[in-house]
């Protein structure tokens, strides 16, 4: 049985002193800096280090090799990653042109930095005009004390809080714990390591680094009995204790994804309910952000979600996406009497105006990390901060100051595919190159940079080693010349045979770590195969049985030649023995790519098309012919961007895998037509000029079913029915709901006032039919009526509370992602849609809508979203039941919020080409018309 608590899970720091001295540098309380786009570089000169990015005791290589000796963590991580990286992948494609949408988010993001102090002082008045109270805090001691003096001045004894990265940057929970504040985190992920006393190990998935059976024992030390090894059962012991929790809380605290600029509304983008309860129960709601995750605008907005979500955990957009503004107003029953906004800087605006100021565009999707190689290896703790992963490496010595922090730059194989994978485009691989410059400056003897000096180091005096500066030197001599360069190659070809093993396929009679053709004289070719052939081989390519290798026979006398590919180097002198006792490293090739490229092409291409391609003009004239309409080029040259195509011709000119954009292959002549655009691009709204590969079409028609297969694609289920008249629709809906009630037993119910403000038009007869219909049924009914005195709001939550099934209408339905949006306010409680297990939606059939952006333009035309001054203070959109995969990669339904999700679409869909919160019946719904029988 494995220790539930890893040698290498590193604890959560105990409380720092409130009053801890800041950095130097720090700014004002005003939260910004002036923002500039120079390529100014941080100093050198050494500052002192940011108390709250203090770095861990143990040294860096020793936290690597405590992580390296886990054995589930190094099969758990890379499994979690590779499944979260190639959902992002699947979820990407779904857009049509992931390159274009991550390009229109780069700039989004890059032009909110450059006027950030602008953009924030519109959040902070849109806060203070909604009823909040806006706290800016320069330093991480600064943040607390707010926070604290919240907390303290009203009373509060107990804190829930939802997932929050900048909570942990600042360790508000020792500093609560320290005044006597009961501090529980309510995300699943962040339940079980605050039991564990670990730090989050990823952005997204804070526990991927526990199994199943260590949250077993620490779910068990947590009740007093042994819990069964289930991950539903043990998802089900944190529902009903966490639950408790919620309801006695005083005060809610949560991060923020986003602060949208023109309309102070925090963006909350969770997937378990749990950031729904911290921010709708308890009567006072904090929300933490640092100052970088303001958006200007809602256009903006929905740019940001599209990318957000199917990058962090590969879902068109997450199960609960909340906006929520001040307090509430009067009328409501429920959501919280306060609410303060604490904006952080703590080092962040040192990056304003320097070539690191693209750090600040990150949107926390943890993408970078799933991508890493080296996190791959060895998980989150051996990075030693709040942040792990190529972003990490790059912002917390970047907040934290180098002193202690100047391994993390090295903590990369500069590979760039935390740049392919980021949704925003951050160059993470040129940023830790620029670190990593800026730890030779610092360690140049007598020597500080200056701050406006942006050339590289001249000399190697600030090399770490003398070996290191004479490995660099070598490094350099051969590499700079075309001679010297295939010499050393040759050579390493020779002197790595000590140290090649043969990664040998399973059941294989080659004995282990003996690699054929060097101690027998047959090359790797004489025997195995490639993966698919030799039983599970681990993606090494190799010769068919059987087949001689060029060996001996060759003219060079090259032993290795075919061995190269199925042959891996482990062990090895000084750096390269440590690098391969965790990995593999590639074996040198024998002959390089350009020496074995004219005999590729002699063995691929016939010598007739050959001949022919000879008599059809120089190579120069072919690069330059006119690109072919299968190409599938869009117009503009180098301008456009391809899309992509089954098959491909290599001079297609399509974007390489760094994601740069394509070369332009030569000159158009008028008889090269483009290829028209494969995907449908969105004409107008925040998303105008994007593709958009799964729009549901222009054909409001079939909308309906399309959003009933989205929800039943996130578990939930869906029914359609009609009428001739409103009275017939309403009835049908009104037994379509009864039948649900009794197929699953639910005797008590809570919904919504069918006299509520802000309903769809002809919502709330059907509302009421359907209530109406559950009473006959026998069900115990409770409508939210907050704006009346009885019943009052605190025995309204418990009915929500203790409901079996609550009942809601959607103001807009997302056809493309099952997607229903509910804007909540006077009888419109939020409990309503929370707390009950199953959740009953009513989609009215016209506020269907294509798309996310759709549904943002219709919420800001018809309830004012954009605007502070009429904006509601919470609108949720919800895409099927509450789920989790916490424990060891298990997906759990039903968490926090329900688990069970149904809807019921009724009335027939918008007429075509009707815009969203637009003309005179903008978002309403019509009941009239011709239908077909109840379905």
């Given at each position: 049985m494995r220790n539930a608590t890893p040698d290498h899970a590193e604890a959560r720091p105990a409380a720092a002193p409130a009053g801890a001295t800041a950095p130097a540098t720090a700014p004002g309380s005003t939260g910004a800096m002036a923002s500039t786009t120079t390529n100014r570089i941080v100093s050198s000169t050494r500052r002192p280090a940011n108390p709250s990015h203090r770095p861990p005791a143990e040294p860096f290589h020793q936290r690597i090799q405590a992580a390296l000796r886990d054995d589930f963590l190094r099969v758990a991580v890379p499994r979690a990653t590779y499944r979260q990286h190639y959902g992002r992948e699947q979820a990407l494609a779904q857009l049509g042109d992931p390159l274009k949408w991550r390009e229109r988010a780069r700039s989004i993001r890059a032009g909110t930095i450059a006027e950030l102090d602008r953009y924030l002082e519109q959040a902070v008045a849109a806060v203070e005009a909604r009823g909040g109270r806006v706290h800016r805090a320069a330093t991480a001691a600064e943040a607390v004390e707010a926070i604290l003096g919240i907390v303290q001045r009203a009373g509060a004894r107990r804190v829930v809080k939802s997932k929050s990265m900048v909570t942990e940057e600042i360790h508000l929970n020792p500093h609560l714990e320290a005044a006597g504040v009961e501090v529980v985190e309510t995300d699943l992920g962040e339940y079980i390591i605050q039991l564990a006393g670990h730090r989050p190990s990823h952005i997204v998935a804070p526990a991927v680094h526990l199994s199943q059976q260590q949250v077993r024992e620490i779910f068990s030390r947590e009740a007093g009995h042994e819990l069964p090894d289930d991950p539903v059962a043990l998802a089900a012991f944190a529902r009903q204790r966490l639950r408790e929790k919620f309801l006695r809380a005083d005060v809610g605290i949560s991060g923020a994804n986003f602060l949208v600029a023109e309309s102070g509304t925090v963006v909350l983008v969770t997937n378990e309910g749990n950031g729904r309860m911290v921010t709708s129960l308890p009567r006072i709601h904090i929300a933490v952000m640092g100052m970088e995750r303001v958006v200007p605008t809602w256009s903006d907005l929905a740019v940001l979600l599209e990318v957000l979500a199917r990058s962090a955990t590969g879902q068109k957009i997450t199960v609960y996406t909340t906006f929520v503004g001040g307090p509430r107003r009067p009328g409501e029953a429920d959501g919280p009497e306060e609410f303060h906004l604490v904006i952080v800087d703590n080092g962040r605006s040192n990056l304003l105006g320097t070539r690191f100021q693209e750090a600040l565009h990150c949107i926390r999707c943890g993408a970078c990390l799933n991508a890493c190689p080296v996190y791959r290896q060895m998980g989150g703790h051996p990075y030693g901060g709040v942040y792990s992963g190529p972003i990490g490496a790059v912002i917390t010595p970047l907040l934290?100051?180098?002193?202690?922090?100047?391994?993390?730059?090295?903590?990369?194989?500069?590979?760039?595919?935390?740049?392919?994978?980021?949704?925003?485009?951050?160059?993470?691989?040129?940023?830790?190159?620029?670190?990593?410059?800026?730890?030779?400056?610092?360690?140049?003897?007598?020597?500080?940079?200056?701050?406006?000096?942006?050339?590289?180091?001249?000399?190697?005096?600030?090399?770490?080693?003398?070996?290191?500066?004479?490995?660099?030197?070598?490094?350099?001599?051969?590499?700079?010349?075309?001679?010297?360069?295939?010499?050393?190659?040759?050579?390493?070809?020779?002197?790595?045979?000590p140290w090649l093993v043969r990664d040998e396929p399973a059941g294989s009679d080659t004995a282990p770590g003996v690699a054929p053709g060097l101690r027998d004289g047959r090359t790797g070719a004489d025997e195995g195969g490639t993966g698919a052939d030799a039983g599970g081989w681990s993606g090494r390519v190799g010769g068919r049985k059987g087949q001689t290798g060029r060996g001996a026979s060759d003219a060079g006398g090259d032993v290795v030649d075919d061995l190269m590919a199925r042959a891996v180097l482990r062990g090895g002198p000084g750096p390269l023995g440590a690098?391969?006792?965790?990995?593999?490293?590639?074996?040198?090739?024998?002959?390089?790519?350009?020496?074995?490229?004219?005999?590729?092409?002699?063995?691929?291409?016939?010598?007739?098309?050959?001949?022919?391609?000879?008599?059809?003009?120089?190579?120069?004239?072919?690069?330059?012919?006119?690109?072919?309409?299968?190409?599938?080029?869009?117009?503009?040259?180098?301008?456009?961007?391809?899309?992509?195509?089954?098959?491909?011709?290599?001079?297609?000119?399509?974007?390489?895998?760094?994601?740069?954009?394509?070369?332009?292959?030569?000159?158009?002549?008028?008889?090269?037509?483009?290829?028209?655009?494969?995907?449908?691009?969105?004409?107008?709204?925040?998303?105008?000029?994007?593709?958009?590969?799964?729009?549901?079409?222009?054909?409001?028609?079939?909308?309906?079913?399309?959003?009933?297969?989205?929800?039943?694609?996130?578990?939930?289920?869906?029914?359609?029915?009609?009428?001739?008249?409103?009275?017939?629709?309403?009835?049908?809906?009104?037994?379509?709901?009864?039948?649900?009630?009794?197929?699953?037993?639910?005797?008590?119910?809570?919904?919504?006032?069918?006299?509520?403000?802000?309903?769809?038009?002809?919502?709330?007869?059907?509302?009421?039919?359907?209530?109406?219909?559950?009473?006959?049924?026998?069900?115990?009914?409770?409508?939210?009526?907050?704006?009346?005195?009885?019943?009052?709001?605190?025995?309204?939550?418990?009915?929500?509370?203790?409901?079996?099934l609550g009942i809601v209408v959607a103001h807009y339905a997302v056809a493309a992602s099952g997607t229903a949006a509910v804007v909540h306010g006077p009888g419109r409680g939020r409990a309503v849609s929370l707390l009950p297990e199953h959740l009953l939606i009513l989609v009215p059939g016209t506020v269907l809508v294509p798309t996310l952006a759709e549904a943002i333009v219709g919420l800001s035309g018809r309830y004012g979203v954009a605007d502070p001054t009429t904006a509601p203070q919470n609108v949720t959109f919800i895409t099927g039941p509450s789920k989790s995969s916490d424990i060891e990669l298990h997906p759990v339904v039903g968490v926090h919020g329900p688990r069970y999700v149904h809807a019921v679409i009724f009335g027939p869909p918008p007429a075509a080409g009707a815009r969203p919160g637009s003309g005179p019946e903008r978002g309403h719904v019509n009941l009239g018309g011709r239908v077909r029988a109840t379905g």
């Open positions: 934290g100051g180098l002193d202690g922090w100047k391994d993390l730059p090295y903590a990369s194989s500069l590979c760039g595919a935390c740049y392919e994978a980021c949704p925003v485009m951050i160059p993470l691989h040129d940023l830790l190159v620029d670190l990593r410059e800026e730890v030779v400056n610092r360690e140049r003897p007598g020597e500080v940079a200056d701050a406006n000096d942006t050339a590289p180091a001249a000399d190697a005096n600030g090399l770490r080693s003398r070996a290191e500066r004479w490995a660099f030197r070598l490094w350099r001599w051969a590499f700079s010349d075309p001679r010297r360069y295939r010499l050393a190659a040759r050579v390493a070809a020779w002197l790595q045979a690098w391969t006792a965790s990995r593999d490293f590639p074996a040198v090739a024998s002959r390089p790519f350009h020496a074995r490229w004219a005999e590729l092409v002699r063995e691929t291409e016939p010598a007739v098309t050959r001949t022919e391609e000879a008599g059809a003009g120089s190579a120069a004239d072919r690069s330059a012919a006119p690109a072919s309409s299968e190409e599938g080029v869009n117009p503009g040259g180098a301008a456009g961007r391809p899309f992509a195509r089954p098959t491909v011709p290599a001079s297609s000119g399509l974007a390489s895998s760094t994601g740069s954009r394509p070369q332009e292959t030569g000159k158009r002549t008028a008889a090269a037509a483009p290829a028209s655009n494969p995907f449908p691009v969105v004409a107008s709204g925040p998303t105008a000029g994007l593709p958009r590969a799964d729009h549901p079409g222009p054909d409001p028609a079939t909308w309906p079913e399309r959003f009933g297969r989205e929800l039943e694609a996130v578990h939930g289920t869906w029914s359609r029915v009609h009428g001739s008249t409103p009275e017939a629709v309403a009835s049908a809906c009104a037994a379509a709901c009864a039948e649900y009630a009794r197929a699953h037993r639910l005797r008590r119910v809570v919904a919504w006032d069918p006299a509520a403000p802000d309903l769809p038009e002809g919502a709330g007869p059907v509302l009421e039919a359907v209530l109406h219909a559950l009473e006959e049924a026998g069900c115990q009914v409770t409508r939210w009526r907050g704006d009346r005195q009885r019943p009052a709001p605190s025995s309204l939550r418990q009915a929500a509370a203790t409901a079996d």
